[in-house]
């Protein structure tokens, strides 16, 4: 137990919790995308004058964003509005000088045709000179997060360096520095930079981050604290108080191997040999008890054919199946082929991994232990990043927006089924950490309960080769009474990309449109509001039991 510092009261979660479900519902769907976190501080702006609390959540939010977006001139602006009758005089003076002077015209079209290229010699050849001149800091602005996400820890260090930094960015340049050394240095060289930022001007952030520094260098209880301590401040922080509560409340993960027996750990690949030799390396060197492991070659015609029948030498005699299909019938069928195999039909649990991940040893302890927690749900994920340095999201818990809202991507389509992505593909600084129920959970890893499927069906082969059907099975078996559950406790590598991610071109984004039409078509608007009413009554209610179990406890 933390000892309590301030006087952070039920009656007063109660309150907060009251308002803010009445006027501000979707709040709980969280508070870290950045859309949804403008979308949120003019919403509590616009209804703080009937409710004064709410002037303070959006003065909070606005000075969260710009200090985790410190180069984004409308979000300094926005802060600067939202905050200038409490702002520190250092505050002060880097917010005006950032929003008071003047920006170039440069030719963004031409620079972000540059950096999608993503070859590098080319961005040091064209861009960096650019950063050196008058105008670096406005070329850095537009290239600084495509810079960090190369790869490569000499091109975001050496566009530092090459910024003719003003006094008065200095701390502006320093902050930027952290974010480098957190993503490609070490703990030590992190937590040094940070401690030399001037708190009056980077508090929220400051205290974030020194406190995902201290739980990743093991300092738990450390780390704990001093979130603690900000999220009592700072209550309307949804990301922060959800992975408080799972600091303080681990899922125990002790014997949560004794019914491994009733598991099945499913694969299926079309060539993709290589990787999946690896994948099925990582499963046989975890902890998965007796589970059993069948492997599906989708039609491949490289070394996939071999890499699975190989693979029956890394598991104990009698746990593994590889079957070999003679044409790629696509995602949703090979995932049917292998649910149907008897001995899965008659287990309890059906785990489908990706061909191409990276497993943490306690891997399916995290999603048995899970499921146990939250009595047997219809499904259960977890977080899913990036292999690569530096670690981006790829998913996390997803939700509903209210059925039909927002603007259609396809043109003459009302879109009623819009899902929030909570994460949209950010960096991971640990925030999205938690456990909490979800509407669906990533296809990359997704523990299925297999009496889900038995009571509401497998995959529909109508989505073929793929995209959206672990979305549309998900949809459909929370209508038949199930819920799913994010571990975001567990992290998982995934090292390519989905497969929606990667459709670039009018073929494969064709294929996208044509499978959300078809989403689309099975469920009605009645459908489609009772799954809105579910999800976000699901959330409220874990939030207001959680919110209030943390004042008990802090």
């Known amino acids: 137990m933390i000892a309590a510092t301030n006087n952070l009261s039920i009656k007063k979660i109660d309150s907060f919790l009251s308002a803010v479900k009445n006027s501000v519902p979707l709040w709980a769907l969280g508070t870290e995308e950045i859309s949804h976190q403008n979308g949120l501080i003019n919403v509590f702006k616009q209804l703080s004058s009937a409710t004064a609390p709410f002037a303070e959540i959006s003065a909070g939010l606005s000075m969260l964003v710009w200090q985790q ?99 008065d960015f200095y701390q502006l340049q320093q902050r930027l520095k952290v974010q480098y050394n957190f993503l490609y240095g070490s703990i030590d060289e992190a937590m040094h930079e940070l401690h030399k930022l001037d708190y009056d001007i980077w508090s929220l952030w400051m205290d974030y981050m020194e406190a995902e520094l201290l739980l990743r260098s093991g300092r738990t209880e450390e780390g704990t604290q001093k979130l603690a301590g900000l999220w009592k401040e700072n209550i309307w922080n949804l990301n922060w108080g ?50 059993r492991i069948f492997a599906l070659n989708n039609g491949s015609d490289d070394s996939t054919g071999q890499v699975i029948n190989e693979a029956k030498g890394l598991f ?29 039909r008659k287990g309890k649990w059906a785990v489908f991994l990706d061909d191409d991940v990276e497993l943490e040893a306690n891997w399916l302890e995290e999603l048995l232990a899970t499921a146990q ?63 909490r129920p979800a509407i669906h959970v990533s296809g990359c890893c997704h523990m299925l309960n297999m009496k889900a499927v038995h009571e509401c069906g497998d995959f529909d082969v109508r989505f073929n080769p793929t995209q959206f059907d672990d979305l549309e099975r998900d949809l459909r078996a929370s209508l038949g009474g199930f819920d799913h559950i994010y571990a975001g406790q567990l992290r998982i590598g995934h090292i390519q990309h989905s497969s929606l991610a990667k459709a670039s071109n009018v073929r494969s984004m064709a294929q996208v449109f044509g499978n959300k039409i078809k989403l689309e078509s099975k469920y009605s608007e009645h459908d489609l509001h009772t799954l809105f009413g579910k999800d976000l009554t699901m959330l409220w209610q874990d939030v207001e039991r959680k919110w209030k179990e943390l004042a008990e406890t802090i």
């Open 316 to 344: 104990r005699q009698g746990c593994y199946d590889g079957t070999h299909l003679p044409v790629n019938v696509g995602a949703p069928a090979a995932r049917n082929w292998l649910l149907a195999k008897p001995e899965v």
């Open 69 to 167: 977006n410190p180069l984004n001139r409308s979000a300094a602006e926005k802060c600067m509005q939202l905050n200038a009758s409490a702002c520190p005089e250092a505050l002060s003076r880097i917010l005006h000088s950032l929003t008071s002077r003047t920006v170039p015209d440069i030719p963004l079209e031409d620079l972000d045709e540059l950096l999608q290229a993503g070859d590098q010699a080319l961005v040091v050849r064209h861009l960096f000179p650019l950063l050196r001149g008058q105008d670096g800091l406005s070329w850095l602005t537009h290239s600084w997060e495509t810079l960090l996400r190369m790869g490569n820890a000499e091109l975001p260090r050496t566009a530092l360096d090459l910024i003719n930094w003003d006094d």
């Open 373 to 435: 927690k939250y009595n047997n749900p219809g499904a259960v994920g977890c977080r899913i990043t990036s292999t690569a340095t530096p670690r981006s999201l790829q998913s996390a818990d997803y939700h509903l927006f209210p059925p039909g809202d927002g603007v259609s991507q396809i043109e003459g389509l009302t879109e009623w089924i819009k899902i929030f992505d909570s994460c949209r593909n950010g960096l991971d600084y640990g925030q999205f950490s938690y456990t």
């Open 242 to 291: 959800q992975k408080l509560h799972s600091l303080l409340n681990p899922i125990s993960t002790e014997r949560a191997l004794d019914e491994s027996d009733q598991v099945a750990i499913l694969l299926y690949s079309w060539n993709n040999g290589e990787l999946i030799k690896n994948t099925l390396k990582n499963v046989a060197d975890s902890n998965i008890g007796n589970a």
